[in-house]
């Protein structure tokens, strides 16, 4: 069945390091999305992918990292600089995109993963 | 003024009452409307998507008012199970992949 796939499904970190949460997509989707959500409160943007090769800052950059080397795959790096990095992550994907294919178009919805929960001890 | 503003409730109604919420959007040019549900530490999925004429989808019917910029979403026949949080999204164009915009989700409990 296509969907997306995160992994893992809960991450302990401690203070300093730099984790890397997996997210993999086979609905032949161009757009890709980093949310985190924080108990209680609603879905912020960390970055976003349109394209192969081309990702861009959302409203939550700082301290973390991306990279779309291939279609399929978004991972995101958790780095030291985070300040506050105990959240729960999701990543999507949608089917807007460049290539004009009907495949890519899609309606705009979102399709989620079942997020990563991440905490710092 | 957010873009895209919910009211978090929490609203808590009786099992089989009908309760509506809406979501309301500042940006004339939103284009795509969808409902998502988000239980308890669970990721969100699609309830509906929401079209101009309005649609239904058994006790669930979505409607759009482009006039006064919102959307909303009426459950019928309330059950348990649809005690969740609702989280509207809304899309302004559909080429970018930047353009959308979730709201900060409506909480439902429904009571026995």
């Known amino acids: 069945d296509g969907g997306i796939t995160q992994s893992p499904k809960y991450l302990f970190r401690k203070e300093g390091q730099n984790v890397t949460l997996s997210c993999e997509q086979n609905?032949?989707?161009?757009?890709m999305y980093w949310y985190r959500q924080d108990p209680g409160q609603g879905l912020r943007l960390i970055y976003y992918?349109?394209?192969?090769?081309?990702?861009q800052k959302g409203d939550i950059a700082e301290g973390y990292s991306v990279s779309r080397e291939k279609k399929e795959s978004f991972p995101l790096t958790v780095t030291s600089a985070q300040k506050n990095p105990t959240a729960f992550y999701l990543c999507?994907?949608?089917?807007?995109?460049?290539?004009?294919?009907?495949?890519?178009?899609?309606?705009?919805?979102?399709?989620f993963g079942e997020g990563s929960r991440l905490t710092v001890l | 003024r957010k873009e895209v503003e919910q009211d978090p409730g929490p609203f808590n109604v009786p099992e089989g009452a009908t309760v509506a919420f809406n979501c309301t959007y500042s940006?004339?040019?939103?284009?795509?409307f969808f409902w998502y549900r988000q239980d308890c530490r669970k990721e969100p999925k699609l309830l509906m998507s929401?079209?101009?004429s309005g649609n239904e989808d058994g006790r669930f019917t979505a409607q759009l008012n482009r006039a006064s910029q919102y959307i909303s979403l009426l459950i019928r026949d309330s059950k348990l199970s649809d005690s969740a949080t609702y989280l509207c999204?809304?899309?302004?164009?559909?080429?970018?992949?930047?353009?959308?915009?979730f709201g900060s989700g409506t909480q439902l409990t429904v009571l026995p």
């Open positions: 999507a994907s949608s089917g807007v995109g460049v290539s004009g294919g009907a495949s890519s178009l899609g309606t705009g919805e979102l399709f």
């Open positions: 609905l032949n989707h161009d757009a």
């Open positions: 992918s349109q394209i192969v090769n081309d990702f």
């Open positions: 940006n004339s040019a939103s284009q795509s």
């Open positions: 929401v079209y101009s």
């Open positions: 999204l809304v899309r302004i164009s559909s080429g970018s992949a930047r353009q959308l915009t």
